[in-house]
């Protein structure tokens, strides 16, 4: 199953993308999480990897990435075979750490380089060209707001899980990511994050309580572990709302 985690700058996508991987790991899954986040360079901070490399790096750079890709993921005849599986991507470009594989597309690094949007293509071909397994589960944080869905990314997915912080701004742009899932055609959830007693009713008022999968409080050692750039720590009990969610899901 592959799952995009999208929202707001800041509502937490990166730090429940990590901790929804770790659980999944914890329940038997091989995962594969894709940073497609151009800009953000927080993702593997948290996961405790300091010198990751990209996927553009391996191709040589944003020239004909996709191409490239296509080429070295796909085998002998990519041109007929334009499909792969988690264990096709070659080792050298992905990182690894606590049995999960980290794949990030491409950051932007330099002034002046250019557009992003050959690493949105490279994205979306790569999302929808993979097959996953019964025993695979990828998850995709994506840059803050709702770029991707100009690009198409969320095409090659099978739901979207937005992320709601207690911020008004990001309320009305969950109303934006399900009118845009629902015109993919792509099932979408919400995960309430931050949340503390004095928010809650006003949260909940807003986004449709049907699809809201968890609600994960503000804690402390999550926002300590982002501010001094290690690896996360917390353990958070809803974190098994959200796997239950995904296998009953996977299995409907
Ligand atoms: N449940 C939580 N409790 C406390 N702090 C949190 C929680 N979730 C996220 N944060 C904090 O919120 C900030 C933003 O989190 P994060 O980087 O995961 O958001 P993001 O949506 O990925 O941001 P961006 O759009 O910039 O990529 C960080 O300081 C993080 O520690
Ligand atoms: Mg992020």
Same mark, same amino acid.
């Given at each position: 199953m592959k799952i995009l985690i999208c929202g707001k700058g800041g509502s937490g996508k990166s730090t429940l993308s990590v901790l929804i991987a770790t659980a999944l790991k914890n329940r038997g899954y091989k995962v594969l999480l894709v &940073?497609?986040?151009?800009?953000?360079?927080?993702l593997h901070h948290l996961l405790g990897i300091s010198s990751p490399v990209t996927l553009m790096d391996t191709l040589g750079g944003k020239k004909g990435a996709k191409n490239k890709m296509v080429k070295r993921f796909s085998g002998e005849s990519p041109f007929v075979n334009e499909k792969w599986t988690i264990?096709?991507?070659?080792? &050298?470009c992905l990182n690894r750490m606590d049995g999960m594989k980290l794949l990030i597309i491409g950051k932007i690094r330099h002034?002046?380089?250019?557009?992003a949007c050959s690493m949105g293509v490279t994205a979306k071909t790569f999302l929808s060209n993979l097959t996953v397994g019964e025993d695979e589960m990828v998850l995709v944080d994506t840059e803050a707001g709702i770029e991707h869905f100009g690009r198409r990314v969320e095409e090659g997915c099978d739901m979207i899980l937005g992320i709601t912080d207690p911020v008004y701004e990001s309320f009305m742009l969950a109303e934006k990511i399900e009118e845009m899932a629902q015109k993919a055609g792509t099932p979408v959830r919400f995960v309430l994050n931050k949340v503390e007693e004095a928010v809650e009713t006003v949260m909940t008022r807003h986004i449709d309580p049907e699809k809201v999968i968890a609600k994960i409080p503000r804690d402390n050692s999550i926002f300590m572990d982002s501010l001094e750039g290690r690896k996360l720590g917390a353990q958070i009990l809803e974190m098994d709302h959200i796997c239950q969610f995904v296998e009953d899901f996977k299995h409907q």
């Open positions: &940073d497609a986040d151009e800009s953000n360079v927080g264990k096709d991507i070659p080792d &050298d002034f002046g380089e250019g557009c």
